[in-house]
Structure formats: C-alpha cells, structure tokens
C-alpha cells in the first residue's frame, strides 16, 4: 500500500491506497505546528485507527504547496515506513509538460491534477479544484499543462465576509431552497454557494471559448466539490480523491 498527501493551505488530504482508489482516507487540519515526531504519532494513529498494520505501507509520496509543512512530514515517513518520500513538484521528472511562463512555480497539486487527468481519461481536461483558492487546470490530452484561473476559494470568501461584516455571524455552507432568501442566513448561503456556482460556469464557459478546444472534460475536486456539483451546469464529472489520485499516479512513475 502507497500512502499519498495532498497538502494544501487549509486542510491536508491523507490517502491509503491499495490499486486504483483509496482504501482509507483522511483530513487534518494544515494551520497546526507540528515537528516530525508529532506527524509520526499522527501517521501512527491514523493507520492504527484503521486497522492497518504499518508495515504494510511500502512507500509514501507528498504533494504540497506549503514547504514549512513539507520537510517534517518527509521525515515523518521516512521514520515510519523507512523509505524516503516521494516529493512531487514542478522539479520531479515526470512525464508531462509545463507550457506557462515560469513552470518551477506551478503548484504542486495542479503537477498532481495534470497527471490523473491526462493519464486516467486521456482527453483535453479542465479541472476545477475547490479549495483555499478555486483553481482552474487546462489540461491536454498528452500530459500538457497550458495554464488557467486562480480565484479565491468558496470558503475563502465567505470567511473574508463574516470578518469584515459586523452584523453577518458565519453560516454553514448549505444550499438554500430558493435564491430569494428571507432571512440573513439564507441570504448569505445563497449568495456564496449560488455564486460561486455560477462563476464556475462563466469561468468554464470563458475557458472553453477561449483555449477552443472541442468538449474539453471538465472535472470537479476539491472539499467543497461534491456541495457545488448539484448547482454547476458545467462540471462533467466530480472525483474528490483526484489530486490523490495524481500524487499516487507520480510515485508509480517516479519509482517503477
């Protein structure tokens, strides 16, 4: 079994992987402080919370877009599976290509999206990955890289209005049953999800005009992927574990 991080600005994404898809996943919050022997008590508990005997985890690979997190986790794996960690990034030499201006400052996470999409469903591809930040990935069909969209994240903007609105108390991130709401929480809930459902599509529809590509698949990821999905006409299909799946797909390649 492969053990994969997505190491993002808010949460860090944990999965297990025994074939294609996850056996075990997990979230844990990114903003803690932690040396390498509190991940190691981390991983320890996670894989024994789960039934899963750490000897049976053969190697390890991270992607992450916050490098003081990076280097204690490494070790951390490397103390607990004995195997130095795969590091996926814009300098790992990996079958793909990064056609923008400046490709070392890629993030991590679209290396990862831009492997799963090319290598699972070998078509031109826009992922649309939903967290701290939404980002938009145009994606060739050979393993391209050609750029995209960074917005602020669903949750990043709610966050900024209920800190800079007196009177708005925070909301869970709910659908309302209608636009038109009548009372403040649904006025707000409808506001961030509703509008960040259609400035996916407009942001989507922009794309497709303009990179001109026919029926590219556009593919939904991210924490808030599956909430957005019902509201979006333009997602094709939603995958949460797909940077997962990217960063697993790089440790095969990087070590086969």
Known sequence: MILTFDVGNTETTVGLFDGDEPRHHWRITTGIPRTHDEFSLLLRSLLESSG???????????????????????????????????????RAALPIKLLVDEPFTVGADRIANTLAASRLWHRDAIVVDLGTATTYDCITADGAFIGGVI????????????????????????????????????????????????????????????????????????????????????LDLVDPFLTLKGVRIGYELLTG
């Open 52 to 90: 899963v005997d750490r000897s049976e985890v053969k190697g390890s690979a991270i992607c992450s877009v916050v490098p003081p997190i990076t280097q204690p986790l490494a070790q951390a794996c490397e103390d607990c599976f004995g195997a130095t960690p795969v590091i996926i990034d814009a």
């Open 151 to 234: 917005q602020p994240g669903v949750g990043t903007s709610a966050d900024t209005l209920f800190r800079r609105t007196s009177q708005l108390s925070a909301t869970e991130l709910i659908a309302p049953k209608k636009v038109i709401g009548t009372r403040t929480d649904e006025c707000i809930r409808s506001g961030v999800l509703y509008g960040a459902a259609d400035s996916i599509d407009g942001l989507v529809g922009r794309i497709r005009k303009e990179w001109g590509v026919k029926n590219p698949l556009v593919i939904g990821t991210g924490g808030l992927a599956e909430t957005l999905r019902p509201h979006c006409r333009s």
